[in-house]
């Protein structure tokens, strides 16, 4: 008994982890699947074809390319935007501080099918053409949010007696803020920047109600599902996969190499 207790933690820890990372192993394996039909839903052999030609479905490339544009021009926006306001409501107090406090929360909190159908009424009722743009502005919308959370919980932490001392050094409030804030806060940024990202590139509720004619690679495969499942899809799935997982690899790499140079310079 004593034995289960100190490692009841671990099995129970190693079961979740599987359990979320089941769907990720068969989407990876049916990659390398060679389906006998249009559908890539069972397993016919292994093959690498499908990596060596991953844009060979019709489509995919240019609704790839879309959902790639976007993902980088909103994650880009948000963040700037978000990092502002995260600023402004940690640093500052000001009349409405506390409602603007609450707001952020909202477009995390409703539901997508509902900000979606939203969107889209401000969209008709404003004579406004849905399309990239419009999508664009969605994206942004709700990826702010995110962005304000994640760069707020970096600056809760943040010491202002390093900045105190930089302007006691002689140093003005714009150079304070780009040789000592911003370096500090940069993981935090980077990390919002990066959720942002994987939150805009497979979002398919809002962006299906805002897209008018054009077609992201979470609609391509919605449309696609209904007369086939190449496994191209799943070969870019996995890629962008893998792309989110070494970027944030390489931010936690980068905190740990700032914090270990730190300790060292003190």
Same mark, same amino acid.
């Given at each position: 008994?004593?034995?289960?207790?100190?490692?009841?933690?671990?099995?129970?820890?190693?079961?979740?982890?599987?359990?979320?990372?089941?769907?990720?192993?068969?989407?990876?394996?049916?990659?390398?699947?060679?389906?006998?039909?249009?559908?890539?839903?069972?397993?016919?052999?292994?093959?690498?074809?499908?990596?060596?030609? &991953?844009?060979?479905?019709?489509?995919?490339?240019?609704?790839?390319?879309?959902?790639?544009?976007?993902?980088?021009?909103?994650?880009?926006?948000?963040?700037?935007?978000?990092?502002?306001?995260?600023?402004?409501?940690?640093?500052?107090?000001?009349?409405?501080?506390?409602?603007?406090?609450?707001?952020?929360?909202?477009?995390?909190?409703?539901?997508?099918?509902?900000?979606?159908?939203?969107?889209?009424? =401000?969209?008709?009722?404003?004579?406004?053409?849905?399309?990239?743009?419009?999508?664009?502005?969605?994206?942004?919308?709700?990826?702010?949010?995110?962005?304000?959370?994640?760069?707020?919980?970096?600056?809760?932490?943040? %010491?202002?007696?390093?900045?105190?001392?930089?302007? %006691?050094?002689?140093?003005?409030?714009?150079?304070?803020?780009?040789?000592?804030?911003? &370096?500090?806060?940069?993981?935090?940024?980077?990390?919002?920047? =990066?959720?942002?990202?994987?939150?805009?590139?497979? %979002?398919?509720?809002?962006?299906?109600?805002?897209?008018?004619?054009?077609?992201?690679? &979470?609609?391509?495969?919605?449309?696609?599902?209904?007369?086939?499942? &190449?496994?191209?899809?799943?070969?870019?799935?996995?890629?962008?996969?893998?792309?989110?997982?070494?970027?944030?690899?390489?931010?936690?790499?980068?905190?740990?190499?700032?914090?270990?140079?730190?300790?060292?310079?003190?």
């Amino acid at each position: 008994m004593r034995w289960v207790r100190r490692h009841v933690l671990t099995a129970y820890a190693v079961l979740a982890l599987a359990y979320l990372f089941l769907p990720i192993a068969v989407v990876v394996a049916f990659s390398f699947n060679n389906p006998k039909g249009r559908f890539n839903f069972t397993w016919s052999g292994f093959t690498w074809k499908n990596w060596e030609n &991953p844009f060979a479905f019709p489509g995919i490339g240019p609704a790839l390319r879309v959902s790639i544009e976007l993902a980088l021009l909103s994650s880009l926006i948000a963040t700037v935007l978000g990092t502002l306001i995260a600023l402004a409501l940690v640093r500052y107090r000001f009349r409405g501080s506390a409602t603007t406090n609450m707001l952020i929360f909202i477009p995390m909190t409703t539901p997508e099918v509902v900000m979606g159908a939203s969107l889209l009424t =401000l969209f008709v009722n404003w004579r406004i053409a849905q399309g990239f743009g419009t999508i664009l502005i969605a994206h942004i919308l709700f990826n702010i949010s995110y962005v304000v959370v994640t760069v707020r919980a970096r600056l809760v932490g943040f %010491d202002r007696h390093l900045e105190e001392a930089a302007m %006691d050094l002689g140093a003005n409030e714009w150079v304070t803020f780009l040789r000592v804030t911003l &370096p500090l806060i940069m993981p935090g940024i980077l990390a919002a920047g =990066l959720l942002a990202f994987a939150l805009s590139i497979d %979002d398919f509720v809002i962006t299906y109600f805002n897209a008018g004619a054009t077609t992201t690679f &979470p609609l391509f495969v919605w449309g696609a599902a209904r007369v086939a499942t &190449p496994p191209q899809i799943n070969v870019i799935g996995t890629a962008i996969f893998v792309v989110a997982v070494t970027g944030m690899l390489a931010n936690i790499l980068f905190q740990n190499y700032r914090a270990r140079k730190g300790a060292v310079l003190a």
